[in-house]
């Protein structure tokens, strides 16, 4: 959705009538982009990716039947499983896509993604009447409604989310999309490049620091979706800046280390003042235990961690085990 922002922008300034087409309800289709998005204009130009534009010619068929007036339509679509070979789909499946003129979503939306903040939509349907109206829910708000508070839940996730929500008053639409989470790496060498490399592959941002100074300036400036990620064994450089992570609220704190250095981390922690309740957030020894040897399986053992944590999913198993929706 973030890479939308410019054309969204520019479309509206020009004053061209524009359609933004997100999913409202999903089924089947495998792993997919949970931001995916369609901007349309009335000229059926297709900007953005949304099943890997199986269904452009269709939205763009719809956009441009859309009656003047109209702020909101819901349009079915399905493809079956040869169509999903072809447009190389992991499976078919079919989705309610939501299609809304640009005229008819708050400026403000536009704005907040572009500049990276936790931010998200609430919009709510009647689609009797072809009718919508939206507002913008910042992270740092309080929640107004059951909207609201699906709204804040999605962004504590810190990844992108939709949620359909069904009541007396009819559909609402709950788009989520966070500030994507921004790994503070404490130390150098091959593993911290890899875990870089790792983090941007996810989406997320990444920065390698080996000072103190340099580590706690940033987790001040980043404090809403700062993740750390302590590989420096250096007590000068781990301890403090763990504790000040672990003041700040930085929703997931690891430490890479033998149980021998945890414990050392763990003495000079409580030595600084850290309770146990603290001490208790840190992920040390750090990463999944997926059985990693090599450096980049160590990467992957640590982001796929950060990933559960930040996803609120507490401990983490083999799907084939857990019951419900995969990809929820």
Known sequence: MRELVETARQWVAEGRAGVEGPPVTEHGFGPRDPAGALL???????????????????????????????????????????????????????????????AAIPAEWWELLGDGVGVALVTRLNEAADRATSEVVRATEAPRDDAGRRAGELLATRRAGRDALYGESGLVLVEAFPSAPYVVI?????????IERQALLLGWEAVLVTVPEEAVKVLEARRDAACLVMLSHEESFDVPTLRVALERGVPYVGALGSRKTTARRREGLIAAGVTEGELARVHGPIGLDLGARTPAETALAICAEILGVLGARGTTGALRDAEGPINS
């Open 40 to 102: 349309v204009d009335a000229r059926g130009e297709c900007v953005g990716t949304l099943y890997r534009g199986v269904f452009d010619a269709e939205l763009a068929a719809e956009v441009a039947a859309l009656p003047a007036g109209v702020t909101a339509r819901v349009c079915e679509v399905s493809v079956r499983a040869a169509e999903a070979v072809e447009a190389k789909l992991t499976c078919g499946g079919q989705a309610e896509v939501l299609l809304q003129p640009l």
């Open 186 to 194: 404490g130390g150098g060498g091959e593993l911290a490049e890899i």
